[in-house]
């Protein structure tokens, strides 16, 4: 059974910092990985997506990799502002269209 | 930009009543979803449809049913609220079409509450 861990599950950093989230997963037979921002009592924001085929990608400040045979994926936020303050989920398709979602990092960017 | 709405964003209910959460989505959308986000548990997937009136169960379908009579809406019931279910319910929609992202679009979120 797939399982996903995401590490730290809070984070407190400075403004200006340059951050990186963590995502594992058990099972390698993976068809991609999202990765999503929650603020609080709201829903989901996708945020990006790699193709298991992929090694990366970036949008903006972010940029997300995939090391599918290691099952691990990190998030890198660059120069991140108060406003980047939210939970970070990745979750793993794994067929079927179902996702595995990890329980999230929350971060605290302090001014 | 995609749209995913629910119709209420809170819900107070008694246990026993049946509860109906309504989710819409504007982008002709194939495949709908809906999860469960609890504390500690993260989501949780309940059931999903990869067409009209085609559905599945996910993980914890037990005490929902659903139903979707038309491509836009998804609906998940509760046919008898308990306590257990309180929670803050989730739908997404994501397109099957080779020509659209694979990701799934979330809607804003129920948090449901059963008294």
């Known amino acids: 059974k797939q399982e996903v861990t995401q590490i730290p599950a809070a984070l407190s950093v400075p403004e200006g910092e340059n951050l990186v989230l963590n995502c594992s997963f058990t099972?390698?037979?993976?068809?991609?990985l999202q990765w999503f921002r929650q603020d609080p009592g709201k829903g989901l924001t996708s945020l990006l997506l790699?193709?298991?085929?992929?090694r990366e990608q970036t949008s903006g400040r972010l940029n997300a990799s995939l090391d599918k045979s290691s099952g691990r994926s990190t998030l890198y936020i660059a120069a991140s502002q108060p406003g980047d303050s939210a939970t970070y989920l990745c979750?793993?398709?794994?067929?079927?269209?179902?996702?595995?979602f990890g329980t999230g990092t929350r971060l605290l960017v302090s001014p | 930009d995609v749209k995913v709405t629910q119709s209420s964003r809170y819900l107070v209910k008694r246990t026993g009543e049946k509860v109906f959460l309504e989710c819409v989505q504007d982008?002709?959308?194939?495949?709908m979803f809906w999860y469960r986000q609890d504390p500690g548990l993260g989501l949780r997937l309940i059931y999903f449809?990869?067409?009209?009136?085609?559905?599945e169960k996910g993980d914890i379908p037990e005490g929902y049913s659903v139903s979707r009579e038309k491509k836009e809406r998804f609906s998940l019931i509760l046919e008898s609220a308990s306590t257990n279910q309180t929670s803050m319910y989730l739908c997404?929609?994501?397109?099957?079409?080779?020509?659209?992202?694979?990701?799934?679009?979330f809607g804003p979120g129920t948090r449901l509450t059963v008294t």
């Open positions: 449809s990869y067409d009209v009136k085609m559905k």
């Open positions: 979750a793993v398709n794994t067929g079927f269209q179902k996702l595995v």
């Open positions: 982008m002709d959308h194939e495949n």
């Open positions: 099972d390698s037979a993976i068809y991609n």
């Open positions: 997404a929609s994501r397109t099957v079409s080779d020509s659209g992202s694979p990701e799934q679009y």
């Open positions: 790699i193709q298991s085929s992929q």
